[in-house]
């Protein structure tokens, strides 16, 4: 059985938030499993201190086991324990929630030496935080949003199509869902209340939370309109609590509110997911990136006919001994795949150079850079100057490119977590960036192209989208992607908006080379026209009609004399 990761992550930041400092922990699995070795340290100190209390509260014994039994199955999968997002939950909520318990229940003038350790080990920058709990929960509603999942399967441990074997009991359910709705998602936030309700098993909590429950269904079909819902949810409520006067209250503002036009006997079904969009229908650069994410928007068969795969020989004389294989994904704008140009002993070297080194990776705005839940990751630069490897590469990205890579960026490296993504974006710079001093050596101009290597492969989801190309590029290790992202005249191509998509299980590591413009007129010359504003095709098209209307035109003149 494999681990749902995502349960575990939510599970533990639910239980461990108090007085923790907190480096970001859900937007990298690389930083996630230097926690999970952590959490193993907090064990021992608490075997310590109840060596020091014996006979004291079997509650301490009972959680020891609990966390041990639930470390021991997870060692006995090892690092596939983290490809599932539900088992990352789970542990960022028994590392919150859970260890908080413990040390309220520890501070005792007894055993305070292994206390001290203990806090001291929760309160390293590098531990979660209460945040973390919100951020591991966004990455799931962003998986159920953008992969268009159902709530009743994500809280079984199924997600799109692969049982991960672990569930979601109904107060989970109801966490997902306030995130949801605070984060304006009436539609998901309904789905995770309706299997709350559904999971509710009648014992004592349950009894407590049944009327939460409604309350907040409540709140989530007014949002969605669906008053005659809305009105059987109060009725069900009132119903519970009679003596709620705020329930009463607001039953009676409800109704009020209506007036005479109601139609509370007329009900809709309220589906989990907005309907996919018809050909011609307007659609948000979001919703575009999710349903090229999900794979319900792609290219037809009469689109891809002409796309080509084959290798590359010309750019190099070594190339003549060791081509480079590569598939054509767009030919205008440029998009190529290369196959196979990076090994595992360079990824190693990488690994080693990227360790302890990763931050919350930050996005470049208008007037700052910032953090944003647009881009969930983390990264690092390197200069092409700190290992052989790395000068390396670029020689291989000159030969695959045939750019220079002389004024290229350094290279960046890049870890996904928890629902891991990157919103759509382009990767050249607007003016406007350029202008607020934002662009580090604009000298260098803007980027002229970019090269992705992928350095892992991802077991669901976390391909990179191109919804205007409605190309999706899934995670193959040791491949490549090249793209150009200015026109030939130099204006950004609006066309190259791309995005990392949500990962469902599994970690990614990419690496990025952004290639500048400076010395580049050779590589890629500019053409005779600003083709900015109009395709080649559209050119050939602009000129058979300028030499059909010159023919008509002689033709004219022709018949006139004679």
């Known amino acids: 059985m494999m681990f ?43 075997q310590k201190f109840l060596a020091d ?23 006995e999968w090892g690092a596939a324990y983290f490809d599932s997002p539900l088992n990352k939950y789970l542990l960022n909520k028994r590392l919150t929630v859970d260890w908080q318990r413990v040390e309220n229940l520890m501070e005792t003038s007894t055993g305070e030496k292994a206390l001290n350790r203990l806090k001291k080990l929760r309160n390293r920058e590098i531990m979660p935080n209460k945040g973390e709990l919100n951020g591991a929960i966004d990455g799931l509603l962003r998986l159920q949003y953008v992969y268009r999942l159902e709530a009743k399967d994500l809280a079984r441990g199924i997600l799109d199509g692969v049982d991960y074997g672990n569930q979601l009991n109904s107060e989970l359910c109801v966490d997902i869902a306030k995130l949801a709705l605070k984060d304006q998602h009436p ?39 669906d008053f005659r819902g809305l009105n059987d ?23 009020e509110s209506l007036g ?33 994410c999900s794979g319900h928007w792609r290219l037809t068969p009469k689109e891809q006919r002409h796309l080509r795969c084959g290798y590359v020989i010309e750019t190099h004389p070594f190339l003549w001994i060791a081509p480079l294989k ?116 604009p000298e260098m101009g803007n980027r002229i192209a970019t090269v992705l290597f992928y350095l892992s492969d991802v077991a669901q989801g976390g391909g990179t989208a191109f919804p205007q190309l409605k190309q999706l590029l899934k995670p193959k290790k040791y491949a490549a992607a090249f793209w150009h992202n200015l026109h030939a005249s130099g204006v950004g191509d609006v066309r190259t908006q791309h995005g990392a998509c949500p990962i469902i299980a599994g970690s990614k590591w990419v690496q990025n080379r952004w290639i500048r413009e400076i010395d580049q007129s050779d590589r890629r010359p500019c053409e005779m026209w600003d083709d900015s504003l109009a395709t080649y095709a559209q050119i050939l098209e602009l000129n058979k009609q300028n030499e059909a209307a010159s023919k008509k035109v002689e033709q004219n003149e022709y018949s006139k004399l004679a």
Do not use: C
Request: net charge negative; aromatic share 10%.
């Open 233 to 255: 949810t109060y009725q069900e409520l009132v119903k519970i609590q009679p003596a709620s006067e705020e329930h009463a209250r607001n039953y009676e503002s409800f109704l």
């Open 53 to 75: 209390n014996q006979g004291k509260l079997d509650f301490l014994k009972a959680r020891l086991r609990e966390f041990e039994n639930e470390r021991n199955e997870a060692r």
């Open 187 to 225: 539609r998901l936030a309904h789905s995770w209340l309706i299997e709350a309700n559904d999971r509710l098993a009648g014992g004592e909590k349950d009894k407590e939370l049944k009327p939460q429950i409604l309350a907040l269904l409540v709140q989530a079909k007014a949002e969605l309109k």
């Open 326 to 441: 590569a598939e054509e994904l767009f030919q205008d704008p440029l998009l190529v795949l290369y196959h196979d140009v990076i090994y595992q002993s360079e990824i190693d070297v990488i690994r080693k150079l990227t360790k302890n080194k990763l931050i919350r990776a930050t996005i470049t705005g208008s007037n700052e850079v910032v953090v944003s839940n647009v881009r969930t990751s983390q990264f690092t630069f390197i200069p092409a100057t700190m290992h052989k490897v790395l000068a390396t590469i670029d020689q291989r990205v000159a030969d695959m490119t045939n750019m220079n890579m002389k004024y290229a960026e350094d290279h960046q490296f890049a870890n996904y977590g928890i629902g891991g993504h990157y919103g759509q974006h382009m990767d050249w710079f607007p003016q406007t960036t350029i202008d607020a001093g934002l662009v580090s050596s």
């Open 260 to 292: 005479e036009n109601a139609l509370l006997n007329d009900s809709k079904p309220i589906l989990e997911h907005a309907p996919i969009p018809e050909e011609g229908e307007p659609v948000g650069e979001f919703q575009a990136f999710s349903l090229t």
């Open 4 to 46: 749902p990761v995502f349960s575990v992550v939510l599970l533990v930041l639910h239980q461990l938030f108090g007085s923790i400092s907190g480096a970001e922990f859900f937007s990298s699995v690389y930083e996630m499993t230097k926690v999970f070795g952590y959490e193993q340290k907090m064990l021992l100190h608490m």
